[in-house]
């Protein structure tokens, strides 16, 4: 089997991550930003007019609490 391949420029660095857990507010802002299209992505509706016709909306209530979520995660993370 295969093993992954990861592109570094793909991945948050081990230092930004130690800091956020410490909860430096910067390096918080920089893993936010590093999954902020996965958030939007989670967080895109389907939504219909009255004609039938779909639009995709950012449902901004569920991308703030996944963005708060993460946060909450963040700053209980066990760095080792």
């Not at 410490?22 to 590093?34: F, T």
């Not at 996965?38 to 389907?46: A, F, G, K, P």
């Not at 004609?51 to 946060?71: F, M, P, Q």
Request: glycine content about 4%.
């Amino acid at each position: 089997m295969k093993k992954k391949r990861y592109d570094s420029r793909k991945l948050v660095p081990v230092a930004v991550i130690k800091a956020a857990a410490a909860g430096d507010p910067l390096a918080v802002q920089m893993v936010l930003n590093h999954y902020q299209g996965y958030i939007i992505w989670l967080s895109t509706r389907t939504m219909y007019d009255e004609t039938g016709k779909a639009h995709y909306v950012v449902d901004e209530t569920l991308k703030s609490r996944l963005e708060n979520k993460l946060i909450q995660k963040i700053l209980e993370f066990k760095v080792r």
